[in-house]
């Protein structure tokens, strides 16, 4: 006979316990895939967050390039008399305007000429040169506005090279604008062919939420529009580079080389953003030192269209001490100043020059480029920087024994070898 197997009571126990085992392991495995996939989704709403700051960020910068109004302001702040002058100058007013100032580079050097005639010269040049191209003065002194110095002269060069790049930005600001109002105008036909006549009355009367939102979303197709095409005009990729890059810490460094936190005469700079600029289908080149150059951001279309450029041709030879070239400086600062900031923001070009073969001048050295040798392509400007110590009297000590730093500009005469690594968007106190 078989034996009669009783059941235990304690197996229905065993078997709940085991049960609860597996659920707590099954949800412990929910929890964790949960807690998985809510970590990728947030890694990549923080990864669509920040390129949506970068592409912000770059937008704003294309604007600011793009800005035709700020270049207006710009020019009317130098002196141009917006109200009466047009800025369209054709090349033969271009060329007249730089034959005035010509005759007044001569009269300037000219010391044959006593000072009663050379003054009464210079009023009559002037007076024709001012004719020419009209300007807005603010003071009713017309004598302080009398050029007959050769900073004058630099200072008329300047706008005069600012309203040709103001034509150049003008001329693709209304082509990009133009192509834009021609695209959104197909799009827009598009639209009203897909809807119905009834539809489009309802749309338009009954519903003036949709109106509104209609509005604003063509308004973000012209701007995403506008960014691409101004984009497309530059042979340059841009990016904005995070603060805690390499790259970041590197320039900011280098921004504030000459400043009070590294024993230097000058207040901190703050470097607000840095982006990187690579040239499309070009190799990753070395970078060698790095040179500052600051203007107007009038030229920044111009330089990234179609690179640095030389002084005219037609410009007087001596308005320019180590000739006609394009200035560079390790010393922020001295750039700094041939910027106009707004709201204490300035914008420099980080750059490295290829093949730099400087011959070292002093400053009382004048129109070396014609002295130059075949060897070399640039000057070495050597300027020492004098400030009083903080723990001597300035008054007792004389100006040879006071602490100095060097601080080296260079005139590169071949626009070619100049590459633009940055561009960086600089807070001035």
């Known amino acids: 006979m078989k034996k009669i197997v ?39 709403e923080n990864i669509i967050e920040n390129k949506s700051d970068e592409i912000i960020s770059i937008k704003k910068l294309i604007r600011t390039i793009f800005n035709v109004r700020e270049s207006k302001r710009q020019l009317s702040f130098l002196g141009i008399d917006l109200k009466t002058t047009s800025l369209i100058i054709n090349e033969e007013l271009f060329k007249a305007c730089f034959e005035k100032l010509e005759e007044i580079d001569k009269l300037i050097n000219n010391k044959k000429i006593d000072h009663k005639t050379k003054k009464d010269k210079f009023f009559d040049l002037t007076k024709e040169y001012y004719q020419l191209l009209p300007h807005s003065f603010p003071y009713p002194d017309y004598g302080m506005y009398l050029i007959n110095d050769i900073d004058k002269i630099q200072r008329e060069i300047c706008l005069l090279e600012l309203i040709k790049s103001y034509n150049e930005l003008e001329t693709k600001f209304k082509k990009i604008k133009k192509k834009i109002i021609e695209l959104n105008l197909k799009e827009e036909n598009e639209l009203n062919n897909s809807i119905s006549l009834n539809d489009s009355i309802n749309l338009s009367i009954n519903n003036n939420e949709n109106i509104s939102e209609v509005d604003q979303s063509r308004k973000n197709i012209i701007s995403d529009a506008f960014f691409e095409q101004a984009l497309s005009q530059f042979d340059y990729t841009i990016n904005l580079l995070d603060r805690d890059s390499d790259d970041f810490q590197e320039i900011d460094g280098y921004l504030n080389l000459y400043s009070t936190n590294k024993g230097g005469p000058y207040p901190p700079l703050i470097l607000d953003e840095l982006f990187q600029l690579k040239k499309k289908g070009a190799e990753n080149s070395t970078k060698n030192n790095f040179y500052w150059f600051g203007c107007e951001i009038i030229h920044f279309y111009s330089i990234l269209r179609y690179g640095f450029r030389r002084p005219s041709k037609e410009a007087p030879k001596n308005a320019f001490i180590y000739g006609k070239g394009i200035l560079l400086s390790q010393n922020a600062y001295s750039q700094i100043q041939k910027c106009l900031p707004k709201n204490n923001i300035v914008y420099l070009f980080v750059c490295s020059v290829n093949d730099m073969s400087a011959k070292t001048v002093h400053l009382h050295h004048k129109n070396y480029p014609e002295k130059l040798k075949e060897n070399f392509n640039s000057i070495k400007i050597k300027r020492k920087i004098i400030f009083p110590s903080e723990e001597e009297d300035s008054e007792d000590v004389s100006s040879e024994d006071m602490p100095y730093i060097d601080s080296d500009d260079y005139i590169i005469y071949r626009p070619s070898l100049i590459q633009i690594h940055y561009i960086a968007k600089v807070e001035i106190p």
């Open 6 to 44: 009783k059941k235990s009571k304690n197996k229905p126990a065993s078997k709940t316990k085991i049960q609860k085992k597996k659920e707590l392991r099954s949800k412990r495995k929910i929890i964790s895939k949960v807690e998985k996939s809510n970590q990728e989704e947030a890694t990549e």
